[in-house]
């Protein structure tokens, strides 16, 4: 029942967001599906806004999409999978690092090091992002 009473609510939000004297939707409240649908909605109307019709047209495909298989296990599921795949990355690095710390190549240590934190920072938003879920 709360799943069709959440897509009869979001068929409401997408059908104003056609309107644009409505104010931008905060999403940071919002968990797992719910949220996901908001900010594809509000990535919507920013295209339509903006007169972008073909990634309107995207947009509201990816929205029906999500809202007929978006599951809060299948995200959960996806974030983890990111936060391995970052941690792979972040690990690879790291052994390029060693390498070129080895071989005294100052640039590509400085490369890898904000690599690294790059993959950190990923890892951090994913993490939190997964708490944040549940």
């Avoid at 019709?53 to 999500?66: D, M, T």
Wanted: a negative charge.
């Amino acid at each position: 029942m709360t799943q069709k009473v959440n897509v009869a609510l979001l068929g409401l939000l997408f059908s104003a967001m056609q309107t644009p004297a409505i104010a931008s939707v905060d999403c940071g409240s919002l968990k797992a599906c719910e949220k996901k649908f908001c900010e594809i909605e509000s990535q919507f109307k920013i295209a339509q806004e903006k007169g972008n019709n073909r990634q309107a047209n995207g947009l509201r495909i990816s929205l029906e999409n999500a809202q007929e298989h978006c599951t809060d296990k299948g995200l959960k599921g996806d974030l983890l999978e990111k936060i391995e795949e970052a941690n792979n990355e972040r690990l690879e690095y790291e052994s390029d690092l060693n390498k070129a710390e080895e071989e005294g190549k100052a640039d590509k240590v400085r490369k890898y090091q904000e690599k690294i934190e790059e993959e950190k920072n990923k890892i951090k938003r994913f993490e939190d992002e997964l708490y944040q879920s549940h």
